[in-house]
């Protein structure tokens, strides 16, 4: 017996508690018969403005990780999104491989999709090494983005921080900000924009962009969703989040 409303996959997702923006995001793009299942880290608002209080928050998010992965294996997930940015980057490339294998443990051995390897695979599908990255953050929570990427090879061009200063207020972000800061880092020599921060509501404004820049826009929480669909073998072409869900 399968699943009733979701027999061809079912999808559990972890976000921050703070985080209101990549359940309405995901839960718009799903195919037919696929359900996707939330469960929340729970987490402080605690200031980011500084290194003390981004450290409180990755703290907080490492602790309510695997309680939260472990809230939505109860329902029998396929595969589970890790809907959080900045534990993916803090510590750098060299650390992903970790994580991710502690979270696919937490997840009882099931697919995981994080943010670094979505990312990979779309710039991949798009054949782009030449990036400019959107952030939520201040520089603290911006230099270790830009060093992710850099040590993963990618020739960051341009970043941008958008200076929220707490977990909540990173869904504040207007698509008046995110239009001027897609922008402001544009050039001729960039080949893809990326951005981070799964709590950021970017992904009509990316899809929108992409039709102007005629050039890959990859909004966070569109990314981990095409990559959980197409490792899981739904190869639907979602219209209206732009060309990655559209047409890869």
């Not at 990755?58 to 990780?65: K, N, P, Q, V």
């Not at 997930?77 to 937490?106: F, T």
């Not at 979505?118 to 201040?138: C, K």
């Not at 239009?179 to 020599?189: E, F, G, L, M, T």
Request: charged share 20%.
């Amino acid at each position: 017996m399968t699943d009733s409303l979701g027999p061809r996959l079912k999808v559990g997702v972890v976000v921050p508690s703070t985080n209101t923006s990549a359940q309405p995001e995901l839960d718009a793009m799903r195919p037919d018969g696929v359900t996707n299942h939330t469960g929340r880290m729970v987490i402080d608002d605690d200031s980011m403005v500084d290194a003390p209080g981004f450290d409180r928050v990755m703290r907080g998010i490492r602790t309510s990780t695997h309680p939260a992965i472990e809230s939505v294996t109860g329902c029998d997930p396929d595969c589970v999104i890790i809907g959080v940015s900045p534990e993916s980057y803090w510590q750098g490339p060299g650390s992903h491989g970790r994580v991710l294998d502690a979270m696919r443990k937490a997840a009882g051995g099931r697919p995981v999709a994080m943010s670094p390897d979505a990312i990979n695979a779309a710039l991949s599908a798009y054949d782009a090494r030449r990036i400019a990255v959107i952030t939520p953050y201040l520089p603290v929570g911006d230099d270790s983005v830009s060093s992710f990427f850099s040590g993963s090879g990618y020739d960051l061009l341009r970043l941008q921080g958008l200076g929220r200063p707490s977990p909540a207020k990173i869904s504040h972000v207007s698509e008046t900000e995110l239009r001027d800061a897609v922008k402001a880092i544009d050039s001729a020599d960039v080949e893809a924009i990326v951005q981070v921060g799964t709590n950021v509501a970017m992904a009509r404004v990316a899809a929108a962009a992409e039709f102007w820049l005629g050039k890959p826009v990859i909004a966070n929480n569109t990314v981990l969703y095409w990559y959980a669909l197409r490792q899981n073998g739904i190869a639907d072409p979602v219209r209206g989040f732009g060309s990655l869900l559209a047409a890869h």
